[in-house]
């Protein structure tokens, strides 16, 4: 006995030990406060971004207000008409001069980044498409700040990553440490923000990245307070069900929520085809665009901008049939056009928006039908929002809870859960993946596949290949490219590898200079190209449970 207490504490220290290793090795102290830092500058970014909007918005519409469909009413139709085009030739100079792509990144380059290790997050590029973002806003275009938001906040995540060469696991938790933030001090929703960080960027919950995106979170949930106050985005009256007997309205409503959701990625795709089969300058597609949108504002002033005030009076009830069902068409075709044309602006807005008005629409018919049991419009437009927003972003719990701090709606909680279920399940049965999905497998990056499926696709022969000695590559006889041999190239993905291997029934083959066919530089076995893939997976498996 007195034997084992004295070896006690050297049992209790073996147990610990490699807790504690992995918590220095992986630089845990270094993110937590980083994600203190990141939590603080994207709070404050945030901020500055909703002004930037108000301050473009101001010219046309005459104030900073996010009210953008109640100063269209005061508003000339001719200013109306031009103000998206005006904001259109900005963005299209900018992006035609001082942009490397032809459109401006959002969360789905986020979501890129974070599977290749923060390429294309470029400080440069990151603060142009900002600009370019709150420009299209702030003149008008039919789109939301959130997106462009979130990927503010991965931008100066990973110029952090880059100045402490933070690589790795670490890097893809701080870039979800800007993206919790981000949401956070958006929606003043620090409970969603981490989920939404977890579930859309991360895709995995692990607890060694929960603690790090909570830190971050919470500052900038924080910061938004402080500057905005502790209010909700929108004005909720106090609603509660009427009846548990509106179970089976709440599935219909699930179908007809899922119904807009397909349609409304069916278009966004839709005139994303088009768009790109249209040959014509960079910079005249935001003008052509904008000149779209406006006319489509003339008509309907609630389409402008982010749309909350519009949403507002949905979820308050205060909006007639036939103007939920005319602005639920006139968002979409606003929408479509506004991403297609290469403005800026995300889908969260848009689709509370879209599913604001289907719940409010629906209520009003429920209402009509079973004028005693069914609970008011607004009721149906709060869980509708939450329906049509997740089914299309594919988020359906961060999605839920950004209502729930949104609208201070907890009252509504199983009846929003049940249609959010539904309407995700079949808009997955029928589009198969989210929106940012999609957007990233036009890429070729299959992230919604699984880790195996990306991995063979970004893996490049490069990373595992057994390059010759700078004497032996003198020494080599030249490469016939053209004499039936197999071959590879440094840049060939390891899928490319794998085919060339099966395909010839070679176990090792050369690998050539991407300047030069003719000259060997190394080799790749297949045992070893596999063992690459394998060690991958199983790094990939370890950062999503530990």
């Not at 952090?160 to 003043?188: D, H, Q, W, Y």
């Not at 949930?221 to 509106?246: C, D, H, K, Q, W």
């Not at 205060?318 to 939920?324: E, F, H, P, V």
């Amino acid at each position: 006995m007195r034997a084992t207490i004295k070896r006690l504490p050297s049992i209790v220290w073996k147990g610990i030990e490699p807790n504690l290793r992995y918590f220095l090795s992986s630089r845990q102290p270094l993110v937590w406060l980083l994600a203190n830092i990141i939590g603080l500058c994207v709070g404050v970014a945030a901020i500055l971004f909703r002004l930037a909007i108000g301050l473009f918005q101001l010219p046309w519409l005459g104030t900073m207000s996010e009210r953008v469909a109640t100063a269209a009413a005061a508003t000339p139709w001719y200013v109306i008409l031009l103000a998206p085009a005006f904001g259109g030739l900005i963005v299209g100079i900018i992006l035609q001069r001082f942009m490397s792509g032809d459109r401006p990144l959002a969360v789905a380059d986020v979501i890129e980044a974070r599977v290749l290790g923060g390429r294309r997050l470029t400080f440069r590029q990151g603060m142009w498409t900002t600009l370019v973002h709150s420009v299209s806003l702030g003149f008008g275009a039919s789109a939301g700040r959130e997106g462009p938001v979130v990927h503010l906040g991965a931008v100066l995540s990973e110029s952090f990553c880059r100045l402490m060469r933070i690589t790795g696991v670490p890097e893809k938790t701080l870039i979800a440490c800007g993206v919790a933030s981000a949401v956070s001090a958006s929606f003043n929703a620090p409970i969603a923000g981490v989920l939404f960080a977890h579930e859309v960027i991360l895709g995995h919950y692990a607890m060694s990245a929960f603690v790090p995106i909570v830190i971050a979170s919470v500052v900038g949930g924080i910061v938004s307070r402080l500057y905005f106050g502790e209010v909700a985005a929108f004005t909720v009256p106090e609603y509660a069900i009427n009846s548990y007997l509106e179970v089976p309205a709440f599935a219909l409503l699930g179908l007809t929520c899922a119904a807009v959701a397909i349609i409304f990625q069916f278009a966004l795709m839709g005139t994303e085809y088009t768009a790109r089969s249209v040959k014509m300058p960079l910079w005249l597609r935001p003008v052509l665009g904008g000149l779209m949108v406006g006319a489509i504002g003339v008509f309907f002033p609630d389409i402008l901008g982010v749309g909350y005030d519009t949403t507002d009076k949905a979820l308050q009830g205060s909006l007639a049939i036939s103007t939920l069902f005319a602005l639920l068409f006139a968002k979409t075709a606003a929408t479509a056009i506004t991403l297609a044309s290469r403005l800026g602006g995300g889908i969260f807005s848009p689709s509370l928006y879209l599913g604001a008005m289907t719940g409010g629409a629906f209520g009003l018919i429920a209402a009509s039908v079973f004028p005693d049991i069914a609970s008011g419009n607004g009721v149906y437009a709060i869980i509708g929002m939450g329906a049509v927003a997740a089914a299309v972003l594919g988020a359906p719990i961060s999605t839920t809870v950004i209502v729930f701090e949104l609208t201070g709606g907890y009252a509504l909680t199983l009846a929003l859960l049940f249609t959010v279920s539904i309407a995700v399940g079949i808009t997955f049965a029928v589009h198969g993946r989210s929106w940012f999905h999609w957007q990233l497998e036009t890429r070729g990056l299959f992230v919604s596949e699984g880790p195996h499926r990306y991995l063979i696709g970004t893996v490049r022969v490069r990373d595992f290949l057994e390059p010759l000695p700078p004497e032996k590559r003198e020494e080599a006889e030249p490469f016939d490219p053209g004499g039936g041999e197999p071959y590879l190239r440094p840049a060939d993905t390891l899928e490319a590898a794998l085919r060339t291997f099966d395909s010839s029934g070679a176990s090792t083959v050369p690998v050539v200079s991407p300047d030069d066919a003719t000259k060997v530089i190394g080799h790749v076995s297949q045992i070893r190209a596999l063992r690459y893939f394998n060690r991958a997976l199983i790094r990939q498996s370890e950062e999503e449970h530990r």
